[in-house]
């Protein structure tokens, strides 16, 4: 936290006052700044801005998408409803680069090939942008965020088609998922299994060329391949790069708590401490109950993201094939000590949904999170054992 409101005191601390009305000069130049991944999930994808530099005239200016006002009201209730508020803020380089350089995160800029008239376009949109009552907007993390922003108000300010050339992108297309994937499989391992509980079917369709670009890196991709007509000449629309600050870097320890681990060594634990009570004839009822009524709770936060909240990528979450939402139910019956006759039927009803489920695992329209298989297997083999303690206590058996 305290990280956070430093690096977010180091970008607000250096925003501009009202811009006075700016008229550039030859020697003014527009850069596409790209800035490298954070240690914190939020810094995990990393960051792009637009650079506005004319030395004639002392005017050094960076203009971020991706600020936002903790204070704003109902400002976590917003985030949760998927109405979050982002703002444009204006910066001054110097500030601006200081504070990535702090936290040790790359910086590399792209200067446009534009000619005047359209540097002093894009100056203006930017301007008219960044105004009070202008520069607040509903963010999407996929598609309008900090990298699609920049990314639209260069192409209107230009007024010129660009051409993307996607051949670097390959035939096969990723996903969004997949893409997110990329930046946080290794280095953000509980942030992805997060992603992958709370964000549904929608994003694993194969994404379009213009849909990478909710990337920095790939925005970044994108313009070494993009190319503007001028003066009726195919160009580059990058005419020079250089790498502003490059990361040093940081060899770091190799972590074995992941989900994949973890829930392996949960369901072997698991699986001994059940067969062992179940052997002696003990009961595991709180247990029973406790893990499909935790496991529930997923499957209400999928309902909820989907069905009640603007997240658009929420939307056809199969999690809830496995964390169905009337697991609830089922497990609190399971806490009582008398379980109720239906109970043995909803637990047959769950083996062949579980044991469907991990046979079928690549077919479901969703990538599931591969450590989940581990979990569904630990629900399967619950779900067997209330079955035949059912089946026990209706021969007259009952645990002691």
């Known amino acids: ?84 508020l982002y703002m444009l803020a204006v910066n001054r380089y110097s500030n601006f680069i200081r504070a990535y350089e702090h936290y040790n995160r790359s910086v590399r800029e792209q200067f446009l090939n534009l000619t005047l008239e359209q540097k002093q376009a894009l100056l203006d949109e930017l301007t008219w942008n960044a105004k009070k009552e202008n520069r607040d907007y509903l963010y999407d993390y996929f ?50 299994l997060g992603i992958d509980l709370c964000l549904g079917a929608v994003i694993d369709e194969p994404a379009t060329a213009m849909q990478y670009m909710y990337l920095p890196e790939k925005l970044e991709e994108a313009f070494d391949h993009a190319y503007v007509v001028k003066d009726g000449e195919r160009i580059p629309l990058v005419e020079e790069k250089q790498t502003t600050f ?66 658009f990528s929420a939307d056809y979450n199969w999690n809830i094939l496995w964390a169905l939402p009337t697991n609830a139910i089922f497990g609190w019956a399971l806490l009582k000590k008398n379980r109720p006759r239906w109970t043995r039927h909803y637990s047959l009803f769950l083996i062949a949904l579980y044991a469907g489920l991990l046979v079928g695992w690549n077919y479901v329209p969703q990538l599931l999170h591969p450590s989940l298989k581990f979990i569904v297997i630990l629900l399967l083999f619950v779900a067997v054992g209330v079955f035949r303690a059912s089946a026990e206590t209706t021969k007259g058996i009952v645990q002691k």
């Not at 305290?2 to 607000?12: A, E, N, P, Y």
């Not at 240690?39 to 005017?59: C, K, M, N, Q, W």
């Not at 109902?74 to 109405?83: L, M």
């Not at 870097?249 to 992941?258: C, G, L, P």
């Open 1 to 84: 936290m305290i990280r956070t409101l430093i690096f977010g005191f180091l970008i607000l601390s250096s925003t501009l006052f009202a811009q006075p009305q700016i008229e550039l000069t030859e020697s003014s130049k527009v850069s596409l700044v790209t800035c490298g991944p954070g240690e914190e999930l939020y810094e995990a994808f990393g960051h792009t801005a637009i650079r506005v530099y004319d030395p004639s005239l002392g005017f050094d200016a960076v203009y971020n998408y991706g600020t936002f006002d903790f204070n704003q009201p109902n400002f976590y209730w917003n985030f949760v409803q998927g109405r979050s």
């Open 143 to 192: 598609f309008d965020n900090c990298s699609t922003r920049p990314r639209d108000v260069i192409l209107e300010a230009i007024n010129v088609p660009v051409e993307f050339d996607s051949a670097h992108l390959g035939d096969e297309r990723l996903s969004i998922r997949e893409l997110t994937d990329l930046f946080i499989v290794k280095e953000q391992p509980w942030g992805d």
């Open 246 to 311: 490059q990361t040093a870097t940081v060899v770091k320890e190799k972590s074995w708590f992941v989900p994949q681990i973890v829930f392996v060594a949960f369901l072997l634990f698991s699986a001994v401490f059940l067969t062992i009570f179940r052997a002696a004839k003990r009961s595991t009822r709180i247990y029973d109950g406790l893990i499909f009524m935790i496991t529930s709770f997923i499957g209400f936060n999928g309902i909820f993201l989907w069905f009640f909240t603007n997240h």
